[in-house]
């Protein structure tokens, strides 16, 4: 079983529509990171969220932490085709030394057809 | 910008063989981590490292070793590789400033074991 699951796995959308992908998990996060991964390439870190019930936004990208930091979402307005990639959420897990070990969820493979 | 390096791209071995891949950090992070992404499964930490001569099994050490000679380098080790072990490698680095920047993934090796 999937620590932090992701959902959904695939997303095919056409350009201006809105989207929303989904983390949840039944264990408590310290923090949780959203990542981007384009083909050839390894993930980059889109943003970081701390705190329960915290909102960023990153010009189309909202990212927000649930209030008991088990769960997150990541949503698009207005996607483009430059939003398509493999977005990845993961969280480092309250409590002990975790030496920044990060659990990551399975994957959302976004295309936007223009 | 930081910089991790992993030494190929591409990578077909045959079944039994010992195979190392190679990653390089060139900011002076402590922490070191070798992940393998498979479709579905997200990213699955197999080994990492917060010192030199240091590590830790992640959650897939299996059929795995590791080595950290010296602070720049982590090398991952598939003692007798094995067709279950064809995957994508991922290798990252981590500073202190986790929530700024998060880890800085190399661009992964696709190793196939055939």
């Known amino acids: 079983t999937q620590l932090l699951e992701q959902s959904p796995q695939f997303l095919s959308i056409q350009e201006g529509e809105n989207l929303t992908v989904y983390c949840n998990s039944s264990s408590v996060f310290s923090s949780l990171q959203w990542y981007r991964q384009e083909p050839g390439e390894g993930p980059v870190l889109l943003v970081t969220v701390v705190t329960g019930g915290e909102v960023k936004k990153l010009k189309r990208l909202t990212f927000q932490f649930g209030d008991a930091r088990k769960d997150s979402s990541l949503h698009i307005t207005a996607a483009q085709p430059g939003d398509t990639g493999l977005y990845l959420c993961?969280?480092?897990?309250?409590?002990?030394?975790?030496?920044?070990?990060?659990?990551f969820g399975q994957g959302t493979i976004l295309t936007v057809h223009p | 910008d930081v910089k991790v390096t992993q030494s190929s791209r591409y990578l077909v071995k045959r079944t039994g063989e010992k195979v190392f891949l190679e990653c390089v950090q060139d900011?002076?992070?402590?922490?070191m981590f070798w992940y393998r992404q498979d479709p579905g499964l997200g990213l699955r930490l197999i080994y990492f490292?917060?010192?030199?001569?240091?590590?830790e099994k992640g959650d897939i050490p299996e059929g795995y070793s590791v080595s950290r000679e010296k602070k720049e380098r982590f090398s991952l080790i598939l003692e007798s590789a094995s067709t279950n072990q064809t995957s994508m490698y991922l290798c990252?680095?981590?500073?202190?400033?986790?929530?700024?920047?998060?880890?800085?993934f190399g661009s992964g090796t696709r190793l196939t074991v055939v």
């Open positions: 993961a969280g480092l897990l309250a409590g002990g030394t975790s030496y920044g070990k990060l659990t």
């Open positions: 990252a680095s981590l500073n202190r400033e986790f929530e700024v920047d998060g880890y800085t």
């Open positions: 900011m002076d992070h402590e922490n």
């Open positions: 490292s917060y010192d030199v001569k240091m590590k």
